[in-house]
């Protein structure tokens, strides 16, 4: 099978040209494309934005290259349309604007080409977001924005405003009125996103809805409703998955299934959420296309609520199990062996302390959760009846294993009955494992393979170009960035052990903190955050952590971290999403300086970490530190070619620079072996569907455990 990388798609042939074309540079600058090919008298102000130093001015360049593609030439066409609205928009009052987006919507849904309404369409966008943003789309963004409505992946580069593009096929897509997505990859993002574009869809009259996991389903049906919808793609794909549910147990699938089956539901008068699926842009689009397509949706047969409750039960019940006292409280009946709780015992339950989760529990369930949780304090011991092991699926879980008494051998993979496993997990502490059961489930690809337009914006999707075309017939292209990029990389480091690594990490933070320029250093997992916060504390270096335990000061940590002199541990949370603007005198100093401590599986999360710095064309620089011991040799090279690296690292002293590609090796295999995953799974699942429509099944619902 090709690896990812290996193999580019025509499309970036297109795009290197592009970006060539790009690189001419400021000073190379032909008039303005669009200027020129524009046919109203009153092109845009361009002169004089050059003059002033607008970025967008000088970034088009790239726009009156020749020899484009015929794609890009027509693209560029396109972008000439656009323009020339904006002088005429310019003059028209806030009410107007809002007047000529009503009337494109009422041309859009007499069946007008949404193609012929682009130019006016994206004009007005950009105008909105001009007046409501204070931000005016540049050429590029334009430019990508067109390449997002014929349903291509974008690749912009981080920092190049991801964000204000993704507006402008949004809106077009939603004149129809059949509703356009945008799929992010946490509801943090999307809620963020959403809040910030709402002025300009505002100001064009367009209504914005949010999906939050915690929302009810009226909320959703009601976001949903909305003309444009921000949400994750977890929640877009969970909503099918219920709505389709509910529409079982409705008998209103007509396809693929056979039987009734009320799945939870009745005729309740319950209405599905989702009004279909017409168009999804999917942000970050390598992230959630690829690297979260490894593993399916799927919505348990018990609700998550429920199974918190069932939880926290069994932990109340084990709390509580041992004040109860034989005889007085319970009795076993010698015949069953049944424990049974006496009247004084059934009082004792109704007046222990209880929380909201365990309150709401029907009384008789508790009263059989005391009798079997008290059984188990009584008759089920460590070390006899059972074991503590650490879980063979994953070392860093311990998980009870049954002890046979027939053969004093540990019965791999057992359980008991009724709550009696699960009220032991409580008793010793453990993950309680409530069996979740499978109600329905869909994979991503086969999540987005259902609307008839789909587009995506990353910043990194080159490696994955060709499984995107293949899988999701979406070309990827780049999109060139709107001023040159400046952000440089600095040779990377090698080191025998992670010791020697992260010294030499905290000696070179403490030069660049000297020179005053701002330094964030990302870490893989939190323990090393702290670590490394430990080392930085010992020199005297101030700075703050950014992970998991605090990200309630995330938003402050962010806004802080390109100031002078500043230091940020962060974990991969300062990835998407955290755009970090540099005080005034940081840009003449150099920019920012960004360490990447230890490569991730996908090479595209390290260039998320480096895109922090030399955004939108400011200055920058960024280095990458390995060592020997490191996950992604074992990852990449299997554990015995792995302990030989470490070994070797372990004596050794000095430099190890010289072994950096061996890294970037192990990454491509890593990256290869999830490849290879996606395509067996979604075989397996082609396979699958395809037996089960043959038996007339839904092979959403109908899913095996
Ligand atoms: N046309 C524009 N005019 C002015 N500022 C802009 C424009 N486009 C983007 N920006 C600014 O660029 C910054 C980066 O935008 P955004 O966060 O959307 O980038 P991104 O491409 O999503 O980056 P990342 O992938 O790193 O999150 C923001 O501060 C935004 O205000």
Redesign the pocket.
Known sequence: MDSPAATGPPDLAAAAELAAAADNGPDALSPDAAAQASSSPAAPDVANERRSGDP?ARATSFLSARNLRPRMVRWRRQLARVNAFEPILREESDADIRKRSLALRYRAMAGEKLGTLLPEGYALCREA?RRA??????DV?IVGGIGLYEGHITE??????????ATLPLYLHSLVGKGAHLATVNDYLAKR?AEWMMPLFEMLGVSVGIIQTEDDQGSRRKSYGAAITYGTAKEFGFDFLRDRLLLRAQNRIQTEMLGGGDGGFSDSGDQVVMRGMHFCLV??ADSILIDEARTPLIIGSIEDNVRDQVVETYRWASENAPSFEIDEHFEIDDDTKKYELTARGRSRVRSLPKNDLVRTMGLVDLYEYIERSVKVHREFLLNRQYVIRPSEKDPNVDEIVIVDEFTGRLAEGRKWRDGIHQAIESKEGLEISVPTGQAARITVQDLFLRYPHLAG?T?TAATSASEMRRIYRTPVVRVPT?RPPQRKQLPPRVFGTLDSKFEAIAREVADIHASGRPVLIGTRSIDKSVLLSKLLDELGIEHEVLNANNVEREAEIVAAAGGIGRVTVATNMA?????I?LADEVESLGGMHVICTELHDAARIDR?LI??CG??GDRGSYRQYLSLDDDILKGGFGVGRSDKLKSRGAANTGSADRLATTFTRAQRKVERKHFRDRMVMMHGEKDRKKMQREMGQDPYLDTPD
Not at 133 to 138: C, D, E, T, V
């Open positions: 967008s977001g943003l204070s931000m005016r789309h540049y963004q912009m580069q981080t920092g190049e405003g991801k964000t204000l593009t996103d942000d970050e914006m910043g709107n990835g998407r999403g955290t755009d603007k998320q895109g922090r955004r939108q």
